[in-house]
């Protein structure tokens, strides 16, 4: 079982940057798409943003274009997600997921293995 830990979160003050880190043990780290989602209080969980496999490119929901950033150290098996300006609308828990195979999608159910979740809080 892939364990993915999330850490970085944290009660934060509007604007700014804020970088979540995620631990994607092994092979996880180097070789699954991983992704980055949030769920906000009483809201469902969303697409944040998704790095393909070793080599792939990157995707990002449209509402974080600009400010959000995923990035991923394979040597370090982790991956990361930037958000610069933060908002009170970015308040939410973000989860770090893995997908064994195929690119990076939208769809929380595509993924296999997912950390406990970090949660932010941004203060206006």
């Known amino acids: 079982q892939v364990q993915l830990v999330e850490s970085g979160g944290g009660l934060v003050q509007a604007g700014g940057s804020l970088r979540l880190s995620c631990a994607a043990p092994g092979r996880a780290g180097r070789t699954y798409t991983m992704g980055w989602f949030s769920q906000a209080p009483g809201k469902e969980r969303e697409f944040v943003a998704a790095?393909?496999?070793?080599?792939?490119?990157?995707s990002c929901a449209d509402s974080g274009k600009g400010r959000f950033t995923i990035s991923r150290d394979d040597a370090k098996s982790a991956v990361y997600l930037r958000m610069e300006s933060r908002a009170p609308e970015d308040t939410a828990v973000y989860y770090c997921?893995?997908?064994?195979?195929?690119?990076?999608?939208?769809?929380?159910?595509?993924?296999?293995?997912w950390g406990r979740g970090t949660e932010v809080t941004v203060s206006s």
């Open positions: 997921a893995g997908k064994l195979f195929g690119s990076a999608t939208m769809a929380a159910p595509a993924y296999q293995y």
């Open positions: 790095a393909n496999q070793v080599g792939g490119g990157t």
